[in-house]
């Protein structure tokens, strides 16, 4: 999946032969799953049509602030096309309107949406080779880079003018795969490698038999997938669950017992940076697992039960540069007991949840935590998506680890 999926690009198209190209470029957004608004200037109109460019990308095409002669026209609102898209591109970007840009004018729509634009802002330049290489353009884009403006170098090739040098627009697959790679670079969590326990666990208690419990595992793989879409590469060791994960960023370790599930995250925990504790780990199993499947004999019969070894406390005993999160699941006392919880496994934060929360715990698509820092500290939060608070509960460890 393309890490533009879901995106929302604005493109803004100017007055350049490359303007044809602007139409596939679209179409590789949308192939992308992204959604694309198009805003063009008046000369552009020249080179491309709106029409194409409206169908392509399944939305009007903005280039003036107003349509002229029509008395019912609105406005259109430069602000809000800037905060709606997460990332602008221009291309084909002319030398005039770079310099433009370069200058904070902002005598056409597409200009004044890039000065109120907050996302990141991507540019690729066409003009013909000794424009490209005159020092007033060299000045722009000198400058639109100082303001965190990203530059797609021109290529080299025959251009308009008949004329073979550098100055072509970046071909569009080009532009996206510049973009796709911008961005996965830039993510926060580039580079960590984060561990995730999941699910329930089994523990049997002959051939056919077993101890288990009803967590879904979902919690533990919507932080799997928050993780990654952060740009990091995860680890989610998942007992028994029915949910199919499948992210290139996500190494997925099925195990189905507590100790199996142990020897998994000891096995790698010395390489992460971030473990995560949220399987429901059985705590006791039959201290022997019957070879044969038991018969029903006696009116009763009994289990002798064994404690199963806490994987989250034994990380915490080992732990040294990494950031140790756990869970706990309390019904009374919650924050004192969490915050206890927390200084005995030498854990660096706890996500509490309360058993007396609708809508919070197992079986659940929705879950309310209260985080609880290492210094005690509890930020307690609204019922929720697990995926919503999968976003909250990485953005308290991106401020302890980043
Ligand atoms: N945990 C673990 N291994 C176990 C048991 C628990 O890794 N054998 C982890 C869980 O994944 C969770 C945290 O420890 O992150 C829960 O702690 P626990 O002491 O089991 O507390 P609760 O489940 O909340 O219940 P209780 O207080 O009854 O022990």
Same mark, same amino acid.
């Given at each position: 999946?393309?890490?533009?999926?879901?995106?929302?690009?604005?493109?803004?198209?100017?007055?350049?032969?490359?303007? %044809?190209?602007?139409?596939?470029?679209?179409?590789?957004?949308?192939?992308?799953?992204?959604?694309?608004?198009?805003?063009?200037? &008046?000369?552009?109109?020249?080179?491309?049509?709106?029409? !194409?460019?409206?169908?392509?990308?399944?939305?009007?095409? *903005?280039?003036?602030?107003?349509?002229?002669?029509?008395?019912?026209?609105?406005?259109?609102? *430069?602000?809000?096309?800037?905060?709606?898209? =997460?990332?602008?591109?221009?291309?084909?970007?002319?030398?005039?309107?770079?310099?433009?840009?370069?200058?904070?004018?902002?005598?056409?729509?597409?200009?004044? !949406?890039?000065?109120?634009?907050?996302?990141?802002?991507?540019?690729?330049?066409?003009?013909?080779?000794?424009? %490209? $290489?005159?020092?007033?353009?060299?000045?722009?884009?000198?400058?639109?880079?100082?303001?965190?403006?990203?530059?797609?170098?021109?290529?080299?090739?025959?251009? #308009?003018?008949?004329?073979?040098?550098?100055?072509?627009?970046?071909?569009?697959?080009?532009?996206?795969?510049?973009?796709?790679?911008?961005?996965?670079?830039?993510?926060?969590?580039?580079?960590?490698?984060?561990?995730?326990?999941?699910?329930?666990?089994?523990?049997? $208690?002959?051939?056919?038999?077993?101890?288990?419990?009803?967590?879904?595992?979902?919690?533990?793989?919507?932080?799997?997938?928050? #993780?990654?879409?952060?740009?990091?590469?995860?680890?989610?060791?998942?007992?028994?669950?029915?949910?199919?994960?499948?992210?290139?960023?996500?190494?997925? *370790?099925?195990?189905?017992?507590?100790?199996?599930? %142990?020897?998994?995250? *000891?096995?790698?925990?010395?390489?992460?940076?971030?473990?995560?504790?949220?399987?429901?780990?059985?705590?006791?199993?039959?201290?022997?697992?019957?070879?044969?499947?038991?018969?029903?004999?006696?009116?009763?019969?009994?289990?002798?039960?064994?404690?199963?070894?806490?994987?989250? #406390?034994?990380?915490?005993? $080992?732990?040294?540069?990494? %950031?140790?999160?756990?869970?706990?699941?309390?019904?009374?006392?919650?924050?004192?007991?969490?915050?206890?919880?927390?200084?005995?496994?030498?854990?660096?934060?706890?996500?509490?949840?309360?058993?007396?929360?609708?809508?919070?715990?197992?079986?659940?698509?929705?879950?309310?935590? !209260?985080?609880?820092?290492? &210094?005690? !500290?509890?930020?307690?939060? &609204?019922?929720?998506?697990?995926?919503?608070?999968?976003?909250? $509960?990485? =953005?308290?460890? #991106?401020?302890?680890?980043?």
């Amino acid at each position: 999946m393309s890490v533009l999926s879901g995106k929302k690009i604005l493109l803004g198209v100017t007055a350049g032969i490359a303007a %044809y190209k602007s139409a596939s470029l679209v179409r590789a957004f949308i192939k992308a799953g992204a959604s694309v608004q198009v805003v063009m200037t &008046e000369a552009a109109k020249e080179f491309v049509t709106p029409l !194409t460019l409206s169908t392509l990308s399944r939305n009007p095409v *903005h280039s003036s602030f107003t349509i002229e002669g029509d008395e019912n026209a609105v406005w259109t609102n *430069h602000v809000e096309l800037g905060l709606w898209a =997460d990332l602008m591109v221009i291309a084909p970007a002319t030398a005039n309107t770079l310099s433009k840009m370069a200058n904070g004018a902002s005598d056409n729509l597409l200009l004044a !949406t890039y000065l109120s634009a907050k996302c990141p802002v991507y540019f690729a330049p066409a003009m013909d080779l000794d424009m %490209y $290489i005159h020092p007033s353009s060299e000045n722009s884009f000198q400058k639109l880079q100082s303001y965190g403006n990203v530059m797609i170098e021109a290529t080299s090739g025959e251009l #308009a003018s008949g004329l073979v040098g550098k100055g072509r627009m970046a071909e569009p697959e080009d532009i996206v795969s510049f973009i796709e790679k911008d961005i996965l670079n830039k993510l926060p969590f580039k580079g960590k490698r984060v561990m995730i326990t999941a699910g329930p666990t089994y523990e049997a $208690i002959d051939p056919v038999r077993f101890i288990g419990n009803h967590s879904s595992g979902r919690m533990g793989v919507e932080l799997a997938l928050r #993780a990654a879409s952060l740009g990091a590469q995860v680890d989610l060791i998942l007992g028994p669950s029915a949910i199919k994960v499948s992210n290139s960023a996500i190494t997925v *370790h099925n195990v189905v017992s507590g100790e199996q599930m %142990y020897d998994a995250a *000891h096995a790698i925990f010395n390489d992460v940076d971030v473990a995560i504790a949220s399987a429901a780990v059985a705590d006791y199993k039959p201290a022997t697992v019957a070879t044969e499947k038991i018969k029903k004999n006696d009116s009763s019969m009994s289990i002798e039960l064994v404690k199963t070894k806490d994987i989250l #406390a034994s990380l915490g005993e $080992i732990k040294k540069h990494q %950031y140790l999160l756990g869970f706990a699941l309390e019904t009374q006392n919650e924050i004192e007991n969490a915050r206890k919880k927390l200084k005995k496994k030498n854990l660096d934060g706890i996500v509490l949840n309360s058993l007396n929360d609708k809508g919070a715990g197992f079986q659940t698509k929705t879950n309310k935590i !209260t985080f609880i820092d290492k &210094e005690g !500290t509890a930020t307690p939060y &609204e019922l929720k998506s697990k995926a919503a608070v999968s976003i909250d $509960i990485f =953005d308290k460890i #991106a401020s302890q680890v980043l």
